[in-house]
């Protein structure tokens, strides 16, 4: 079983739509919580970065964390086709500097 | 630089050759990372360097793997003897220390 589960889609939505995107993992330890976008060929870009539980709002993204269940969750609202990309969900234990990502999930926005 | 800026964009070896991989990090940042990404899969850690310290080669495969940063700047990740399994896109990020780490373009390598 991987650390962290990601479904990797593909997920297709059309334009305007709110975007729920989802990760699990197993290790209790991990304390810092990131998503990526990554356009295709190019490199992981940070999008939003918590620390421990809670949200975390920036501009139509909104990151949440729920350490008791292990899960994590990205919403994107009013979702645009230049949101079309690969999410990847990325984490560390507090003190290390290791990330471990998810297996990334495939967004498409339909205009 | 304004980025990560990684050399070779893409390397094409034969089997058996040696490679570099080379990192130039965002000017200022301390904190240096390898990952590989394999297509359809997240990155997967490969080794990290505070300043010019290796602090986490964990994720090395094997020993054919090492990579130095001896100046606290550029890094080179470099692979021995090269087999066909070491074909993938290797990302080198950078951050400053214990912050938010930011990728490169990555280096794709193909042995054939």
């Known amino acids: 079983q991987k650390e962290v589960e990601q479904d990797p889609g593909p997920l297709s939505v059309p334009e305007g739509a709110i975007v729920s995107l989802n990760c699990t993992y197993s290790?209790?330890?991990?304390?810092?919580f990131m998503w990526y976008r990554q356009y295709s060929r190019k490199g992981p870009e940070l999008l939003m970065y918590t620390y421990s539980s809670g949200n975390k709002e920036d501009g139509r993204f909104t990151a949440q964390v729920d350490k008791s269940s292990k899960y994590i969750s990205l919403f994107i609202r009013d979702s645009q086709p230049s949101d079309s990309a690969t999410y990847l969900c990325a984490m560390r234990v507090g003190g290390a500097q290791k990330l471990v990502f998810g297996q990334g999930t495939r967004l498409t926005i339909n205009p | 630089g304004a980025g990560v800026s990684q050399s070779p964009r893409y390397k094409v070896t034969k089997r058996g050759q040696d490679v570099a991989l080379r990192c130039d990090p965002i000017?200022?940042?301390?904190?240096l990372y390898w990952y590989r990404q394999a297509l359809g899969q997240g990155p997967e850690f490969l080794t990290y360097f505070n300043y010019e310290a290796q602090q986490d080669k964990s994720g090395l495969p094997n020993d054919r793997f090492s990579a130095e940063r001896p100046e606290g700047s550029i890094s080179t990740l470099t692979i021995q003897r090269t087999e066909q399994r070491d074909s993938a896109m290797y990302r080198c990020a950078s951050s400053l220390e214990g912050g938010k780490a930011f990728f490169g373009q990555g280096t794709r390598l193909t042995v054939v």
């Open positions: 000017s200022g940042h301390v904190s």
């Open positions: 290790n209790s330890a991990f304390q810092y």
